[in-house]
């Protein structure tokens, strides 16, 4: 039976979440290193490919987008675990959501930094990449808006900035407290971020009807953004690719690879920061019902897009599904259906073995199996093109783009853990100041 | 006076369209014009371990493809090079427009504004499009032979067939300073002008009296992957029985 | 003083000037050197020229700019400007390109800016083979070669060997008249690409001295029967635009082609229907056509043949023939019916992997064309060109001459390559005392000479050659536009210089002269050498030099008949069960194109493999063997044997394993090495007329030696992994 939060007295909130603020262990410095490294070694293979040329990667013809835009999908389809969390769930007035607000947003803020910024490593003359902003310039023409990556650049830009706000202005009550209390550089840092917060009514009103607002907005762009992804596939001719399935399919796969990561950091901050009074099984519960819901919302459109093609028979589509399905990539194929159908079922839709245990192994399968869709949505249909004498099947990712695919993990993580240094990782004030319902 | 003067130029000429004819029935497969392409266009050449990842660059290839069993085997043999679509896949999804279709049909490649995202070349279902993973190089003195009417492309950016645009260039320039109009078979790209069994033929398709537009309009005339709705303008003539 | 001499002074005083006064390396590049003719930078020039790369003779024009380029004297770097050539195209007045040319030919200009070219005179320094040079002078290369050449010359001057390259032309003239003032034997040709089987068959049918010359595009239906002659044969650019014109370029006519070939070839691909022979068969296979043609009373001109012929025709049964050939009687039976009914039927027959049967066969398909009436008529075959036989260096096996040389010339011939390594050609060659190669590259067998004396690359040098299939009198004039990129000499100096050295008289003859041979009466020079050469029209000529040569000798099949032996091959067929047919490549020829970096990337034409070229086995002997596509296989024969990756051909013939020559050589510059040589593993058997060698002579045995995928394709193969099975 777990303790509800109305029996923890506010202090011991405040306590709790601030213990981790001012301590550091030596296990969160060895992390910082770690993934700090990792993360330099990332920078300098990027640095080491722009001097030498996107030869250095796997690329090649035919499969001329490859790890770089897999990965790409991939961190933008973690960053709508915020979405689904501070969004709808704030609209729906769950209140289980309160421990994992922060970590939500946190989550969708650096997915999108990270996600963001591999568009830039795959381009092919990085340093040109702001020629895709419209900026009165000497070339004399605006870029190219029937182009989905200029809609990429719009709907990420946009989802980012939402994001950011939406992240930033639930601090700020949090912030004003923090900043009472805190004295130094660090003290003046959150009472500059918390913009004079004295916790008035007004303000109080003022924040509650931005945060509904946001709320809303945020749940159109992060559905748009998901969407206008998929269209960088979708309006291409490519076999497999122009399916007006995409849209929805890419939500779908979205919030599912969003929730799997919520879960998985959510284990994590409850183990390293002891926060196992707010971040309760109940919590776990509630995420893994909706990952098995999100399970089964998934095989369905991926039993419908398949199905359909199969069914189609166009010979420049069974060539793609065959090498899916029996060929080359049939055991990626097959690992994705496992990693994202068969565990999260078996685990997760059978009562007795729900648990939180199970859930974040679940977790783990589904992030790594939306990884392997992601592959293979981009790498068979480009090894296919429509013409046979073009086909190669010869992509193999080099150990520069392993490692700076690699390096993004870690760079997430680095960013997680100050960001965890430095701000309360919970929402303090939804405690104290909103009733549980 | 100097508007006295440019009021006496001629008048420009109907805009071109340019296409081409590709004889089958006459083709061999002798690969001539993949080679007469690279000498043209500055083309790179790499070397065993980037030709075994895929990144050889052949504007123009032959594709091959073998029907039946032995003995009752028969080879389908064509060049494919960048069928210039007029609804070119290619165009409209280059977030610089470094791709874009010029009032003579052409679908032009702009090296400088190319910043190399590569969706164009997966949106060209004729993979005729190629991209610089390396900056090129040529063993000295390989590049004293470089075209100095053509730019030798950067590592970045894509590349693909421009219908010898240079040699158009050159022969409209040619044609305005004798004061007449361009002669039918007088452009002739690298490719059709090396082809030794004369299945190249290219021309204006704006006249309907060119070559190439009698030969697109002839019985034999098909195009490749027409039903995708691309509208390219090379013409393939299928081999007589 | 112009003004040319007067910035050539100017500048090399002003450089002397810059390095005397600061007397450190430069910073900033000068311009040295103006170039002989007026190049303006930005304008092309265009000069005609002779392509190098094949000995077909095709005549080409080139376009010229002005280029730089950096070069290093005395440790300092200076620009020069120089005229560059940028592009080879076929000249429109040559009636053998008409203006068109071939993938090698395009290729030239590699060949040209090779950066594996010779940049000097050397001399050996390590041991033979090791292609160990170091650089000297000219004068001083000239001294050694003549002092030795001298003390053979005094010796026994039979022993002097000269192996040159089989292009008939200026070139030859000298060098044989050079071997002439020795009083040495006259140089020897022992090349693939010779064609003597060829020619061999034209002089003893026809009573020719050269190739046959097949009027294709006037046809209506041709039967090729061994000869890829759209491929690489005797002139790729002269034949490929007959084909053009024979298959489209009459507007009521289509011409029908079938070629019978134990290989798939590119002419087989371009043909309406290929009749797939095994090796050795196109004997049986001509004698049963030409048995066809009499009884069923389609030949035209019957009383044409000697009467042994016509017994050698009347004994051939066709359904053993068909059996002999691995055909369909009936097949055989249609072939010849369609051939016979024809309103202009012609056949062309060659030995593109000849057999030691090869010369009856071509003689036999040659008394066809004569059964069917068509020699010297449109649309049949034609007397060679005057002028390509005489001024050339004769056919021979060169083993023999190679053995007891005191002092051998290497010109235009790689015999260490081309040659296999079961006939101790290394050997031989690392036994004469004394060796010269011309070769402006460092090849196989200019490794095992004394002297590198690297000639000018043909684009920078003066000749006139007889093309050796033209439809009339033609002659390609060149003379120097651009200037040696390197310190090189014209042969026919070097020559002159080596015999002045020896007190010899000896001057090489000019090309005027040479090309004056066969121009007509009144024929102005200057619009020769403006053009780059003189083309007539057929039988057009009036001057007596302008005449095909003809043969005097009698031709044995008239009164002996056609020798019906079938081939003979070299292994035991339990033991090497397959058949080994290597062929020239359109890449590289007979390997001489293995030097050039477009060559190597070109996707080859059977298997789209790059980089070293792979052994095409059919597809039963290869699930056989368990062999796939990509393996690396040990191809063995009784005298030796070579890896490569293998090709799983579809339409190879079953127990027929075939590999484009040009891969493998030991030494030939940075582009060429990759791969392996199928000429190396042959055995030494030749046919025994002419002596040439019998490339499809040799059978092998397959053994796969492992997986690793050295097979490098420009497209998949396409019957590989469709998963909805693409074909």
Redesign the interface.
Known sequence: MATTLRTLPHDQIQEDTWRTLRNTSPQYVTAVLLTGSVTAWGLICWAYQISKGLGVVGKTRPTMWALYILNFVFWIGISHAGTLISAILRLTHAAWRKPVTRAAEAITVFCLMIGGLFPIIHLGRPWLFYWLIPYPNSRLIWPNFRSPLLWDLTAILTYLTGSMLFLYLPMIPDLGQLGLHTGGARGLLYRTLSLGWTGSDREWHALERAMKLMAGMILAVAVSVHTVVAWDFAMALAPMWHSTIFGPYFVVGAIFSGIAALLLIMAVIRKTMGLEAYIQPRHFENLAKLLFLMSLLWAYFTVAENLTVWYGNQPHEMAVFGARVRGRYAPFFWSMVICNFIVPCVLLGIRRLRSIKTAVISAVCVLAGMWLERFLIVIPTLSFPPLPSAWGTGYNATWVEISIAISTFAAMALLYLIFAKLFPIIAIWEYKYVPDE | MGVQIMAEQPAPTASHRWGMAIDLDRCTGCEACVVACHAENNLPVWNPTEAARGRTVHWIRVDRYYEGEFPDIKVKYMPVLCQQCDEAPCEPVCPVYATYRNPEGLNVQVYNRCVGTRYCGNNCPYSVRFFNFFPPQWDAPLELQHNPDVAVRMVGVMEKCTFCIQRIQRAKLDAAADGRPLADGEIKPACVQSCPAEAMVFGDLNDPESKVSRLAASGRATRLLEDLGTKPKVFYLQRAK | MDRRDFFKIFSTASAGLMTGACGKKLDTYIPLLVPDQEIVP?AEQWYPALCGECPSGCGVIVRV?E?E??IERNGEKFRQK?A???????NPLDTV?G?????????G??S????DRLRGPMHRKGPRGQADFIATSWDEAIAVAAEKLDRVRQENPSQIVFLTGPQPGARALAIAQFLDALGAPPPACFELVDFPLERKAAEQVYGWVGLPVYDLSNARYALGIGADF??GWTS??FY??Q???F???RSAV?GRLVQAQSR?S??A??ADE?A?LLPGSELPFALAIGHLLLSEKMARQPEALPDPVRQAFDSADPASAARACGLDERRLRRLARELGESEAPLVISGASTPQTNSLAALVAAAYLNVLLGNVGRPGGVWPPPPGTAENRAAFSNALSLLERAQYLFLDGSNPVYTLPASAGVAEKLGRIPTSVSFSPFLDDSAAYVDLLLPDHHPLEGSNAVFPMVAPGPAVVVTTQFVQP?YDTRATEQVLAAIAAKMGLSFQPVPARSVAERILPEGQPWDEVVEQGGFWGEPGSDSSPGSRPARSRASSPAASSGIDGAPAAFSGEAAQFPLYFQPYLS?QFQDGRGANL???????D?VS?A???LPVEI??RTAAALGIRNGDLVRVESPHGHIDAPAYVH?????GVVSMAIGGGHKHYG?YAG?GANPLSILAPVWEKTTGALALGATRVRLSKLGPERQL?Q???N??E????G??
């Open positions: 930005g700019m280029s380029r950096v120089i560059a050539v940028k592009k080879i195209e076929g390109s203006g068109r040319l071939c993938a090698r030919g395009q290729a200009v590699q040209l800016y090779n950066p759209l491929g790729p650019v490929a635009r084909f053009g014109h298959r489209q370029g289509r798939f590119i002419t691909q371009s290929w797939p990129l359109l970096p477009w060559m190597q990337e070109l996707p034409p789209s790059m980089w070293g059919d597809t579809p339409a190879a013939i079953p940075r990759r490098i420009f497209s998949a396409d019957r992994q469709g998963p909805w693409y074909r």
